[in-house]
């Protein structure tokens, strides 16, 4: 019965906050512990480097065999573009419209009706065209 007693007295303490047994090596293993993560981390991103590399002389074996270009080339290539193509030029470059945007939308309209009544018999043409 003492046994008991003592054991809950013992584990009593802890939960109120008193001192646990300290283990003398603890303080090495968690410094082994910590060495061991640094190390695991670091092959990790050596085997990730490794294996980007074999993936670019892959994709690099493409684009010499497909005459692809990186995305970083067409960039810096369009890029250069548009500054010869401003060089003279005070404004910047306007860019390009979509069909079916802006002011074209009327011209449009009628085209389709225009080719629409061509379909339509003469009668019919000329009460749409009044």
Sequence with gaps: F???VSWATKDM????GGEEEKDPDAAKKEEERQEAL???EE???AKHARMEAER????QTIRDKYGLKKKEEKEAEEKAAM??????SLT???KAIPRGCGDDDEEDEESI???VLKFLPGPLQDMFKK
């Design 92 to 94: 910047r470059p306007k």
């Design 13 to 16: 303490g802890k939960m109120l």
């Design 83 to 88: 500054e010869q193509a401003c060089e003279g």
């Design 113 to 115: 009706l225009d080719t």
């Design 43 to 45: 092959e990790r991103k």
């Design 56 to 59: 670019e002389k892959v994709r």
């Design 2 to 4: 003492k046994f008991v």
């Design 38 to 40: 640094r190390q695991q």
